[in-house]
T-cell receptor
Framework: DTAVSQTPKYLVTQMGNDKSIKCEQNLGHDTMYWYKQDSKKFLKIMFSYNNKELIINETVPNRFSPKSPDKAHLNLHINSLELGDSAVYFC??????????????FGPGTRLTVT | GNSVTQMEGPVTLSEEAFLTINCTYTATGYPSLFWYVQYPGEGLQLLLKATKADDKGSNKGFEATYRKETTSFHLEKGSVQVSDSAVYFCALWDNYGQNFVFGPGTRLSVLP
């Protein structure tokens, strides 16, 4: 069974469109994340979320919004897509509660291309 | 704030060469330290970890020792293979501040 899964793997869309990327984890973790990886492989955290708090990286445009229907899912919704949003987006999860060592488990990534 | 610094890449080695990728960190507390590997077209995988000073993490022939006195966690492998070609990320988990920080990544290319 895949621990952290994302769909779709590839997403090609036009500027101005709205799109969503789905993420699911079956590890029972309490916290999920979204990262953006640019062409130079630099990882930028966008959000971290558990059932108590959402932490937003202040540099993330408000066109990006995480939506969590339950503890095992954290979807990423993007409004009014721009060329600069083209990147690979990774979902991850970890156990942050007492005793958790914080290591994160990553999904396979979604390559978003905006034309 | 917390930060992780890695040696700049790309690092290019011949097969069976010795590998060192340097990693140093800044943290307010006593972090756990990690190395992640990203193979082409894939997500990040946890390679090894160490949770306290002097711990040595090891996996798949890779090793790294948590050195508190030098705030370092250098990744080493005695004999690299072409299949080790990937991007390697050093990272820390600050349990006190509850945040996870990645380094910028180091690309390794191993030539046959």
């Amino acid at each position: 069974d895949t621990a952290v899964s994302q769909t779709p793997k590839y997403l090609v869309t036009q500027m101005g469109n709205d799109k969503s990327i789905k993420c699911e984890q079956n590890l029972g973790h309490d916290t999920m994340y979204w990262y953006k990886q640019d062409s130079k492989k630099f990882l930028k955290i966008m959000f971290s979320y558990n059932n108590k708090e959402l932490i937003i990286n202040e540099t993330v445009p408000n066109r990006f919004s995480p939506k969590s229907p339950d503890k095992a899912h954290l979807n990423l919704h993007i409004n009014s897509l721009e060329l600069g949003d083209s990147a690979v987006y990774f979902c991850a999860s970890s156990e942050r509660s007492a005793g958790g060592r914080g290591e994160q488990y990553f999904g396979p990534g979604t390559r978003l291309t905006v034309t | 704030g917390n930060s992780v610094t890695q040696m700049e890449g790309p690092v290019t080695l011949s097969e069976e060469a010795f590998l060192t990728i340097n990693c140093t960190y800044t943290a307010t507390g006593y972090p756990s330290l990690f190395w992640y590997v990203q193979y082409p077209g894939e997500g990040l995988q946890l390679l090894l970890k160490a949770t306290k000073a002097d711990d040595k993490g090891s996996n798949k022939g890779f090793e790294a020792t948590y050195r508190k006195e030098t705030t370092s966690f250098h990744l080493e492998k005695g004999s690299v293979q072409v299949s080790d070609s990937a991007v390697y990320f050093c990272a820390l988990w600050d349990n006190y501040g509850q945040n996870f920080v990645f380094g910028p990544g180091t690309r390794l290319s191993v030539l046959p």
